[in-house]
């Protein structure tokens, strides 16, 4: 998801409900939290879909079924991406990129923010860029360099005919 350049790149400001958080670009670690996150979710909303008068063999065929589905699945893709995109997924989204920054900070604390729309799309927006548009960005910028050098190489070499 991230070049090594991105992982590392200093956190950007995020402000929030007032409030102003140093959110990092998304490193494997996270990734994998985020995963994992994703997983127990299905399971667990699996679990709540049965009722009360459930038996225990509906209950035993829920979660292996529940089990084997999560064990393929990431937060980026199929049921994954749609359990991410959630309020209490990009709670968790948010949550990666900036527990290293702020400590005490929740993902209920980050949730009750989320529910403002507006702070919802700037997270989403920061997260984007962070994440996804900056490794395009810099490879951009790398064909530009290039491109200029080639045309500056061929007008040198033109200039010296």
Excluded at 6 to 22: H, I, N, R, S, Y
Excluded at 80 to 88: E, K, L, M, N
Excluded at 120 to 133: G, H, S, T, V
Aim: charged share 35%; glycine share 6%.
């Amino acid at each position: 998801m991230s070049t090594r350049i991105d992982a590392t790149a200093p956190p950007a400001e995020l402000k929030l409900g007032g409030k102003v958080f140093q959110f990092s670009p998304m490193t494997d670690e996270d990734i994998a939290y985020l995963d994992q996150w994703v997983q127990q979710r299905h399971i667990r909303i699996a679990r709540q879909s049965l009722g009360d008068d459930a038996t225990d063999e509906q209950r035993d065929r829920t979660e292996r079924i529940a089990l084997e589905q999560a064990s393929t699945m990431s937060f980026m893709s199929g049921t994954g991406a749609r359990i991410i995109s959630t309020i209490d997924g990009w709670s968790q989204i948010m949550f990666c990129g900036i527990r290293k920054n702020h400590p005490g900070v929740t993902s209920k604390d980050i949730r009750d923010l989320l529910l403002d729309p507006e702070n919802l799309d700037k997270l989403q927006d920061e997260w984007e860029l962070l994440n996804l548009r900056q490794g395009t960005r810099a490879k951009d910028g790398i064909k530009k360099k290039r491109k200029k050098a080639r045309k500056t190489a061929r007008a040198s070499r033109k200039k010296n005919r």
